[in-house]
């Protein structure tokens, strides 16, 4: 910026997964600028823990920040994550992984799953998840790192990880204090703003002390402590389209071998999560308080812990949706003070880390310029709206009817931007692709098959390949899978050298 | 297929993109049992002696089984590195818009945000000394990019200037080698067999000749926004083999191209102030310039090329709408059932295609610094996005079918003279002296490298492009 007017001073309000993140990634990418970073929270007020489950963006993250791998995974108990295992989604009784990777190969330059859709159609192959290889590692719960060679097919996957969120903001705040981000231990008990509106120019603590700053970052959760109590930001519901408003969470012993992927498992008024740590495991269940109550949803996760739970289920509110506004003034709002999507594709610490590039990237001056507030409001609505859709598609994509929440987001209009992908993916098999959006190709693809959203046809190109060359290339591509995964060690094992959990850190 | 069987693609047209589009269709569909045959309607208009084609066009000869020299030796081609814009910001001053990205420099912020810091952005033509294809191009030099060699140089890539005509040639030999049929009788007879249209699908690429106007689509609909609507084709002796030139003046814009062997002007103008010198040429024949769009994929018709968008004829615009088209259409290959959601597909995504390219040639005569008329409702918002973004603080917007790459959108609007108003603070974590010094050190090492390269006349005899005979068995 120019001289004077750049920023002096970012006052995060809240600690939590999204406060440390916004630290820790603020501190580290301006810390040659000067500028003064203090994180405000209160031991008294609890954090959500959003997500434990996460998306491969978050290794881009941690590695842009100079994060040791090992050391990270080590201290916040986490494992390593090749998907999501969607149970009993397109009806009961079916099961498929989302994998972070690669459907076979292109050939010639056509998408593999044409191919492969011709061989399904012509009864010659079975499930496309058999030319996947993190789909393949997962279901043997093998694990080990991809190759960075193009030509390898160790190169067609990525990771995320299933972490400890509450370890992950401890480690993030060590991180960013170790960068000089002041941690002002305190509960906020007004925000001041300007008579004309807008602006804040400090916030208040119970012990009457002032916090000043440039730029306020909304961390708060939920209650939106400055975005919308002070600033009114203002909130967009989807719930018409996201009906689940509740959720109830506890972790539970772990029973068996650990293995390297989440299960969302569809329940009759929501669905259950299970994240399994290195040392624990993490089960929720996210309902729609419209169909269900807190009883019955916290009966039916209770009795299908597969251990012994670790604490009283703790039960949460919320309403799918997302601020107006996430950039008001001298306010921006990350993490769940900007708005809130369900767990269910493990967006929540990937739209954290959304809001905090865009806020780097858009950084502004003292002034304050609207440029850079629109701007980062346009960014953020797109992220937010192309996550909605994919997991609209998760409930829409249905054929139960075994329940009326079931019925309810069977037959419930979707917006007109789903309904157009599920139009072309059913008609032609060609997935609708954005510069922007989070999911790729892969990810529409696992969601549509895996819940029987079969295209009537495949791309007519396919067919210039004769049929005993598709069939010669498809086995091929599924034996080297399975001969690769054969001879990969089991993820249990490479956990334990490659990250185990400090035995000092005993209990949970 | 027998010569009355009906074919399930019918090609309309004999231009670039009608013989581009047929070969693609019958090398994809292979021995899928569908059929492809051309109908090679003449164009009414003219069509410049120059073919320019950018990097896309790699795609489609890869599937063609282009031997890259063949074709050159054939085409008597060029390798092209992008335009030369020449009084855009006044008379005298100038800068290249080269395929391709200047050197990065991770976590000290983007070059262009030093160069602003450094005071390089305001000096005219500067930044191009940051791009090695920039440079080559005003060398009129050339070779093969050698990613790795050239890291700390960015990277470039280029397209083909080609004699239009030969090319032409090169894509039908292509087409009806592999099997394309080509059509022989009266065009209204064959386009209406029996009350029905005469193929599964039709592909109108006759570039607009009036024939096409039987087919059932929607009409044309202009977007007279843009501040020419004359042209003129004229020959002009090469002048760069590498670079096409765009030079402005306050009535017109003149764009030279020249392949190995061939030159051409194209003069645009408005038909209220026909420039002097031209009124002075008498023999030149003067066109209207169809600027607009129609719906590109109505029924069983789909229109490629300049038959289903105008823009104005300089730089590369035509020829990567056209590619784009072919390769979107051969992802879209309509089937029975398919054709309605397919043609929608096509559509959206071809008309943001359009828009986005148009957006370049908006964004050009926005910012010149001349006194050109723009409607304002010409500025797309994406267009407003990205100079508001631009301007502000040096932060590149790039959106859905683009037809530049975000590097090329910096160098675009740097030549044409806009200077971010503030540096991102991320390059501000690099003292300043560091910076100024880093960016001197690449303009060494750019200049340094591109001694090293021929020049492109020596590289294409080389290769045998220049006083080579006709080949074209090389595919």
Not at chain 1, 166 to 189: D, N, P
Request: hydrophobic share 40%; net charge negative; charged share 25%.
């Amino acid at each position: 910026m120019n001289g004077s007017e750049n920023i002096k001073k970012i006052v995060i309000v809240g600690g939590g997964t999204a406060g440390w993140m916004t630290a820790a990634g603020l501190s580290h990418v301006f810390r040659a600028n000067g500028i003064e970073i203090a994180l405000v929270e209160s031991d008294q007020i609890g954090t959500i823990g959003v997500g434990e489950a996460t998306l491969p963006h978050l290794r881009f993250f941690n590695e842009h920040l100079g994060i040791d791998e090992s050391e990270f995974m080590a201290r916040t108990s986490a494992t390593f994550k090749l998907g999501i295992e969607f149970r009993d989604w397109g009806r009961q009784g079916d099961a498929y992984i989302h994998p972070f990777g690669e459907y076979g190969r292109e050939i010639r330059g056509i998408d593999f799953h044409h191919f492969w859709l011709k061989a399904h159609k012509a009864s010659r192959e079975g499930r496309i998840d058999s030319f996947s290889l993190p789909v393949v590692m997962g279901e043997l719960a093998k694990f080990a790192m991809p190759s960075a060679d193009p030509r390898s097919v160790m190169a067609s996957y990525s990771y995320a990880y299933q972490l400890d969120a509450g370890l992950y903001a401890k480690f993030l705040r060590e991180f960013a204090e170790a960068r000089g981000v002041q941690r002002i231990e305190g509960k906020i008990v007004e925000v001041s703003v300007r008579p004309e509106g807008g602006v804040v120019d400090f916030v208040t603590l119970e012990n009457d002390r002032k916090i000043t700053g440039d730029l306020f970052i909304d961390c708060s959760g939920f209650r939106g402590l400055i975005i919308e109590q002070a600033l009114k930001a203002g909130y967009e519901d989807w719930s018409q389209y996201l009906p689940c408003d509740r959720a109830v969470a506890v972790p539970c012993e772990m029973t068996a071998e650990n293995v390297p992927y989440t299960r969302a498992t569809a329940r009759e008024a929501g669905w259950q999560w299970r994240i399994p740590l290195q040392h624990r495991v993490g089960n929720g269940y996210v309902f729609s308080s419209r169909f269900t109550d807190d009883e019955r949803a916290s009966d039916i996760l209770m009795s299908s812990l597969e251990g012994a739970p670790l604490a009283e289920p703790k039960f949460i509110g919320f309403r799918a949706g997302k601020r107006r506004r996430q950039w008001v003034g001298n306010c921006v709002a990350i993490g769940l003070s900007s708005g809130f999507l369900e767990p269910l594709e493990s967006t929540s610490i990937y739209l954290i880390q959304a809001g905090i590039t865009a806020l780097a990237e858009l950084l502004p001056s003292r002034a304050m310029h609207e440029a850079d507030i629109r701007e980062f409001n346009r960014v953020m609505d797109l992220e937010y709206e192309r996550v909605r859709d994919f997991l609209i598609l998760h409930y829409h994509a249905t054929e139960r009817n075994d329940s009326p929440f079931w019925d309810y987001v069977r037959t419930m209009p979707i917006p007109e931007s789903l309904a157009y992908k599920l139009e072309l993916f059913r008609k032609t098999g060609v997935v609708v692709q954005y510069k922007d959006g989070l999911f790729l190709h892969p990810s529409w693809i696992a969601v549509y098959l895996g819940q029987r959203v079969v295209p009537d046809g495949y791309d007519p190109r396919v067919d210039a390949l004769p049929d005993e060359q598709l069939y010669k290339a498809l086995a091929e591509m599924k034996a080297l899978i399975g001969q690769t995964v054969s001879g990969l060690p089991t993820h249990a094992d490479f956990l334990r050298d490659y990250c185990p959990r400090p035995v000092a850190d005993g209990v949970l | 297929m027998a010569p009355d069987e009906k074919p399930d693609f019918l090609v309309l047209g004999d231009t670039i993109e009608a013989w581009l589009t047929a070969a693609c269709l019958v090398r994809s569909l292979g021995k899928s049992g569908r059929s492809v045959a051309i109908l090679p309607v003449l164009r009414e208009r003219p069509s410049p002696p120059v073919a320019v084609l950018p990097p896309s066009v790699a795609n489609l000869h890869a599937l063609l089984g282009f031997d890259e020299r063949d074709m050159l030796r054939f085409c008597k081609g060029s390798f092209r590195l992008g335009d030369r814009f020449e009084g855009w910001r006044g008379e005298g001053s100038s800068f290249v818009l080269s395929y391709g990205s200047p050197a990065e420099f991770p976590g000290e912020g983007a070059l262009h945000q030093q160069g602003r810091r450094s005071g390089v952005l305001e000096q005219d033509g500067a930044y191009d000394t940051f791009s090695l294809g920039a440079v080559l191009g005003r060398l009129d030099r050339f070779a093969h990019p050698d990613p790795v060699a050239n890291q700390q140089a960015g990277y470039f890539t280029y397209g083909y200037h080609l004699d239009a005509d030969k090319y032409r040639d090169y894509l039908k030999r292509a087409a009806l080698h592999y099997g394309v049929r080509k059509e022989e009788g009266d065009p209204m007879s064959i386009l209406a067999r029996e009350g029905e249209l005469a193929a599964g699908v039709i592909v109108d690429a006759t570039g607009g000749a009036s024939i096409s106007d039987v087919l059932p689509r929607d009409g044309w609909r202009a977007d007279a926004d843009l501040p020419f609507d004359q042209f003129a084709l004229m020959d002009e002796p090469a002048t760069s083999l590498s670079l096409g030139r765009v030079s402005a003046g306050n009535d017109k814009i003149l764009f030279d191209v020249a392949a190995a062997e061939t030159g051409c002007r194209a003069a645009l103008f408005n038909a209220s102030g026909v420039p002097e010198n031209l009124v002075g040429a008498g023999e030149v024949d003067v066109f209207g310039i169809r600027s607009g769009h129609r719906t590109p994929w109505v029924g069983k018709c789909v229109s490629i090329g300049a038959s289903a968008f105008g823009l104005l004829p300089f730089g590369d615009v035509e020829m990567s709408l056209i590619v784009r088209g072919v390769e979107t259409l051969l992802e879209l290959l309509p089937d029975e059932g398919r054709l309605a959601v397919a043609g929608q597909e096509y559509n959206r995504r071809m008309m943001m295609a359009y828009h986005r390219t148009r957006d370049v040639q908006v964004m050009a005569f926005a910012l010149a610094a001349r006194p050109w008329r723009t409607a304002e409702a010409a500025m797309s918002d994406q267009n407003r996005i990205r100079l508001e973004q631009f301007r502000s603080r040096g932060r590149v917007v790039t959106f859905d079918e683009e037809c530049l790459a975000p590097a090329e959108w910096v160098s675009f609007m740097i030549g044409l003279g806009v200077v971010p108003e503030r540096t991102d603070p991320v390059a501000e974590s690099v003292a300043q002296e560091v910076a100024a010094q880093r960016l001197r050190s690449v303009s060494a090492h750019i200049a340094a490298l591109a001694e090293r390269y021929p020049s492109q006349r020596d590289y294409l005899a080389e290769a045998g492009v220049i006083g080579a005979d006709a080949f074209g068995g090389g595919m």
